[in-house]
C-alpha cells in the first residue's frame, strides 16, 4: 500500500510560479514510477510528467519547458516545479505511483493517487 499526500497548490498570477509536493510513505519512490497528472473543471484528466525508476522524465508537450519534475529520495518526496504559469494550467493536480513501468500516459496505468492539490492561474 501506497499512500500519496500532495502540497503546494494555491492562487498565482499568470506569469508566476508555483512548487507542488507529492510526500509518499509505504513504498519509496526510487522504486516506482511517479507521476502528476490534472483536472480541469469538465474535462477528463490528463497526463502532466512522470519520472520513471530509471531517472528518465518526460512530459505532456503542452507543459515542456515550463515544468520540472524531481524527486528526493531522502525525503521519499516527488515535486513538480512549474513555472511560467498560464490560466490554462488551472487544474486539480494530482500525483500517482505506478508498480508496474509499462506505459505512463494513461492514468490506467498508476495504481495510487493522491487526494489532489488546487492549482488557480488568475489572467
Known amino acids: 500500500q501506497v499512500q500519496l499526500v500532495e502540497s503546494g497548490g494555491g492562487l498565482v498570477q499568470t506569469g508566476g510560479s508555483l512548487r507542488l509536493s507529492c510526500a509518499a510513505s509505504g513504498r519509496t519512490v526510487s522504486t516506482v514510477s511517479m507521476g502528476w497528472f490534472r483536472q480541469a473543471p469538465g474535462k477528463a484528466r490528463q497526463f502532466v510528467s512522470v519520472t520513471r525508476r530509471s531517472g528518465n522524465t518526460y512530459y505532456a508537450d503542452s507543459v515542456k519547458g515550463r515544468f520540472t519534475i524531481s524527486r528526493d529520495n531522502a525525503k521519499n518526496t516527488v515535486y513538480l516545479q512549474m513555472n511560467s504559469l498560464k490560466p490554462e494550467d488551472t487544474a486539480v493536480y494530482y500525483c500517482?505511483?505506478?508498480?508496474?513501468?509499462?506505459?505512463?500516459?494513461?492514468?490506467?496505468?498508476?495504481?495510487?493517487w493522491g487526494q489532489g492539490t488546487q492549482v488557480t492561474v488568475s489572467s
Open positions: 500517482a505511483a505506478d508498480m508496474g513501468e509499462l506505459g505512463f500516459r494513461s492514468e490506467s496505468e498508476y495504481d495510487y
